[in-house]
């Protein structure tokens, strides 16, 4: 999912100009404007320890407070991966003493080999960075424990929702990025927490993260947010695709996960295609960072209102694959038209071979005019980089077949004019 972090991200808070961080929460919710930060005297961490032997990795748990966690259970990932050898997890397992701290050593300093920290309370899981060991010093973590609840009104939680959407030749790529927000003291793990789908949907594939934070595919349903959102910040993501027919207009319906204080829609869009949301605001037309024209809109909570549970998308003036539905009917009937001619022999004072040569010609520059509209309509975007491809192939194909069939065709010479008699043979007047 790099390309999600990279195309949303950037599209829309950087290249179009528009930060999802400057508008305010709904009723309940404090701002947030800068990075969320633990409700703890101190953040999460991961530091070398000039004082910890070479090898060694110790973690001190503590709580909301600050206060250390005797006889808590802590693991450590251990994860090795070499090209040549492949790649080998296994775990080693501690409890903290009554200054809250665990300690493992023996570890190996390789670049082969990183490590990470772990702790449980009840639903949750609290990990650390990954940890690449020095070689001549110890490296120490601090990890926080909170309390939990899986009712998000026990919780000071708000979300930001990202949807993005390209029109594929026969699929709509959905990609949808979630900027979730704990900004009390208390760890909310999800129950039921679903973001419904449009119908249909298929290729769901969740993003990575390095926590458990995660979507996972409802079948038939959607995406059910699951993981521990602790206090501070969760970026979470997922994709999906939806089958396209060859219409003009297409609708979509999405349900949002509790607290969405603001959602964000952004298409990938031809000159010819717009979008409109019920409630949202005016779209916004722009270019995102690769050059590509984009429509956005979005919807922000207000103070009093009722939160957002869901939305209908229309997306209207979706090019259509126009040249390719009926490019096999041209080359099909021009084609026929060169064997009709082939059997026919003389119609008036045409022979044989002046009607082939003459519909050879008429073939090879309603193939030629149809290559180069092919050509203005990727340009345009009005069709995608399959349609192009395939009808291109089949243009080129039969140009190829007419030429080696009628050498002459498309030189602009004149069909032979033949006397009356048959194959051209010399009359007696001559």
Do not use: C
């Not at 590509?292 to 209102?305: K, P, S």
């Not at 008429?362 to 340009?379: C, P």
């Amino acid at each position: 999912m790099k390309r999600l972090s990279a195309l949303l991200l950037a599209a829309a808070l950087s290249s179009l100009g528009l930060s999802a961080l400057a508008q305010p929460m709904p009723a309940g919710h404090p701002s947030v404007g800068g990075a969320a930060a633990p409700a703890g005297p101190e953040r999460d961490a991961v530091v070398a320890a000039p004082q910890l032997p070479p090898g060694t990795i110790q973690v001190k748990l503590v709580d909301a407070q600050g206060q250390p966690l005797a006889g808590a259970d802590v693991s450590l990932g251990i994860n090795f991966n070499k090209i040549s050898e492949g790649e080998q997890r296994t775990e080693q397992r501690a409890k903290t003493n009554a200054e809250g701290l665990a300690t493992f050593s023996g570890l190996t300093a390789s670049s082969d080999f990183s490590y990470r920290l772990t702790t449980k309370s009840g639903p949750a899981q609290y990990a650390s960075d990954p940890i690449q060991l020095k070689p001549d010093m110890g490296m120490q973590a601090l990890l926080h424990v909170y309390p939990v609840t899986r009712n998000v009104e026990e919780a000071s939680v708000g979300s930001r929702g990202f949807v993005y959407v390209e029109t594929r030749d026969d699929v709509f790529q959905f990609e949808v990025l979630f900027r979730v927000f704990n900004m009390g003291s208390v760890t909310w793990v999800p129950e039921g927490a679903l973001m419904s789908l449009p119908a249909g949907f298929k290729a769901f594939k969740a993003g990575e993260a390095m926590t458990d934070v995660r979507f996972e595919e409802e079948a038939g349903r959607g995406a059910r947010l699951a993981g521990t959102f602790s206090p501070g910040q969760h970026n979470v993501s997922f994709r999906f695709q939806l089958p396209r027919d060859e219409e003009s207009s297409a609708g979509f319906r999405f349900g949002l996960p509790p607290h969405t204080a603001e959602i964000r829609f952004i298409a990938e869009a031809a000159p010819t295609m717009q979008l409109d949301i019920d409630g949202f605001e005016k779209p916004q037309t722009d270019v995102n960072q690769n050059g590509q024209r984009v429509v956005v809109t979005r919807y922000v909570a207000q103070r009093g209102q009722p939160a957002l549970k869901s939305f209908d998308v229309v997306l209207s003036g979706i090019p259509t694959p126009g040249n390719g539905r009926w490019i096999a009917v041209l080359i099909a009937v021009a084609m026929a038209g060169l064997g009709m001619a082939a059997f026919r022999g003389k119609l008036g004072q045409e022979t044989q071979q002046d009607l082939q040569e003459r519909d050879a010609d008429r073939a090879h520059r309603i193939l030629l005019d149809e290559l180069v509209e092919l050509t203005r309509a990727k340009r345009d975007a009005r069709i995608g980089p399959s349609t192009f491809e395939t009808a291109r192939r089949t243009l080129v194909e039969a140009l190829a077949r007419i030429v080696s069939q009628n050498p002459s065709s498309g030189t602009g010479k004149k069909a032979r004019k033949a006397g009356p008699g048959k194959s051209g043979k010399k009359t007696a007047a001559a």
